[in-house]
């Protein structure tokens, strides 16, 4: 048995109350994380834990245990760590949270990340909303617009570049939305992240403009929310990450292209600058670069001199629409970064 790792899980268990959540969390099954906490208390000879159908709870032998358990583990870690500066590796696990989206994008790219620091170790976790960074420990995490909690240290890597877009299917039913304030008279699917999410922020010659929007669908999942826009569902505000393609291929089409959607800050956020390890900062690097090395993603950068395939990938010259779809891409994208106000995240450093 692996002590220090079914310390871990017991743990977490005690502060979550769920094999199942547990398990998710650490991409195991429920069944490998029980049998984690079931050799725990067999080492020691007590039950730790009650299990019921609707909860797990700890135990009296398992309450005492947990100050000594808790000890150890961060006696370990700080081990890890210390041995990790004395050689000049990153060493250990970094628990990083982000959106959809990012996270889908990062994972493709974590390889070399790994390949180049061979004792680090990350688990990725997805979100579309906020998150406790120390009750759910985690080391850092990308947020999407302002961040407000002075508590945080927050670092400003790039910006977003969404779209508007629609299928061809439900233009068909309803006249193409020629203005931002056009969007009142249609169904708009609201993406819910942040709470008043049915408010969608436009740039245009003569400044920024808001809309309220309103229609019969909302979802917290980007991914869900692309679906129902290809559906013919409605009208939706979505990254470039996630409908780039479908633009490309014709599947969506971009809406108001004059009047681009408003760009927001991406945000690197963790708990404390203090005695930051090895494996976060390095961890932090590998997200500077990687959302710089993206044109449309580069915070005020200028995306007049690349081509359709370096922002779209390779798939644009395989779709019948490729060409006139990607023209409309990068005329939006380049409108969006040269005349967007990207809004200043705080506690920036």
């Given at each position: 048995m692996d002590l220090i790792a079914a310390l871990r899980a017991f743990l977490r268990v005690g502060q979550v109350g769920s094999f199942s959540a547990v398990a998710m969390e650490r991409g195991?099954?429920?069944p490998a994380i029980?049998?984690?906490?079931?050799?725990?208390?067999?080492?020691?000879?007590?039950?730790?834990?009650?299990?019921?159908?609707?909860?797990?709870?700890?135990?009296?032998?398992?309450?005492q245990l947990v100050p000594a358990a808790q000890q150890l583990v961060d006696s370990a870690d700080a081990l890890m760590e210390t041995t990790g500066r004395r050689r000049g590796k990153a060493v250990g696990c970094v628990r990083l949270s982000v959106p959809a989206p990012l996270g889908l994008y990062f994972s493709k790219r974590l390889g070399a990340l790994l390949d180049k620091h061979d004792e680090l170790s990350i688990d990725l976790i997805i979100h579309d909303g906020p998150r406790d960074l120390i009750g759910d420990e985690i080391d850092l995490q990308v947020c999407v617009g302002n961040v407000n909690d002075s508590a945080l240290i927050s670092r400003r890597i790039g910006a977003t570049t969404p779209f508007l877009v629609a299928a061809p299917s439900y233009l068909k039913r309803r006249a193409a939305p020629e203005t931002p304030a056009d969007l009142q008279k249609h169904d708009c699917i609201d993406y819910r992240r942040w709470g008043q999410d049915n408010v969608w922020w436009f740039t245009s010659p003569e400044g920024t403009v808001s809309v309220s929007v309103r229609g019969r669908f909302r979802a917290n999942d980007s991914e869900a929310v692309r679906l129902a826009a290809l559906n013919g569902h409605g009208i939706a505000l979505l990254s470039h990450l996630v409908v780039a393609d479908d633009i490309s291929a014709g599947r969506l089409r971009v809406l108001i292209p004059e009047c681009p959607p408003m760009r927001f800050p991406l945000t690197i956020v963790y708990p404390s600058r203090r005695n930051l390890p090895p494996r976060v900062r390095v961890v932090i690097d590998f997200l500077n670069e990687t959302i710089r090395a993206n044109p449309a993603m580069k915070d005020g950068g200028d995306v007049?001199?690349?081509?359709?395939?370096?922002?779209?990938?390779?798939?644009?010259?395989?779709?019948?629409a490729s060409a006139a779809s990607s023209c409309l891409l990068i005329q939006s994208v380049r409108d969006d970064i040269s005349r967007s106000t990207i809004p200043a995240s705080s506690h920036v450093d």
């Open positions: 195991l099954t429920q029980s049998r984690q906490v079931s050799a725990l208390e067999e080492h020691f000879g007590t039950r730790l834990v009650q299990r019921s159908t609707h909860a797990v709870t700890l135990t009296e032998e398992g309450r007049r001199a690349i081509s359709s395939s370096e922002l779209l990938g390779p798939k644009l010259d395989k779709h019948p």
